[in-house]
């Protein structure tokens, strides 16, 4: 715990050089154990909180570390998500995924565990005219409705 307004000019050569150690230990420690007359600008790292703090005179102040120095330039999560670009697919959790739009290029082959089920009992297309399935197979049969242009062969 150094006193940083010693040593002084006056100072005796024995307690001179204690004070220096401390100095040099406040420095190296970043400030692990307390000090007194810290000069303003001096940083130190928060260890309980894992952050770096400058002191401005009577304060210890966060500081956020630029993403070109390996942080996030932020103090919160929504804030360093902004600033490493992430979008809002970043932030949700991998059981409940919402993806709306957009296209997924370059699957040659997807694997989909799912129930496909239309909304409501209205007439539904998969696929379009210019890019329809070309086969389908189903296990356990498949229904086929029957009536007036339920089904055309182009």
């Given at each position: ?16 050089v204690?004070e220096s ?21 001096s ?19 966060a ?24 979008g ?13 739009g ?23 297309d998969?696929?379009q ?26």
């Amino acid at each position: 715990m150094a006193n940083w307004a010693n040593p002084t000019i006056t100072t005796q050569y024995d307690v001179y050089v204690a004070e220096s150690k401390d100095r040099d230990v406040d420095s190296v420690t970043m400030f692990l154990g307390g000090a007194s007359n810290i000069p303003v600008g001096s940083i130190r790292y928060n260890r309980p909180y894992r952050i770096f703090e400058e002191w401005d005179g009577s304060v210890w102040n966060a500081m956020w570390i630029g993403i070109t120095g390996g942080g996030t330039g932020a103090g919160t999560a929504i804030g360093a998500g902004t600033n490493l670009g992430l979008g809002t697919i970043a932030y949700q959790n991998s059981n409940n995924v919402n993806i709306q739009g957009g296209q997924i290029k370059d699957i040659t082959v997807a694997r989909i565990n799912c129930f496909l089920q239309p909304v409501g009992d209205v007439v539904h297309d998969l696929g379009q005219p210019t890019a329809r399935w070309k086969n389908c197979y189903v296990a356990g049969g498949m229904v086929i409705p029957v009536g007036t242009d339920k089904y055309v062969v182009g």
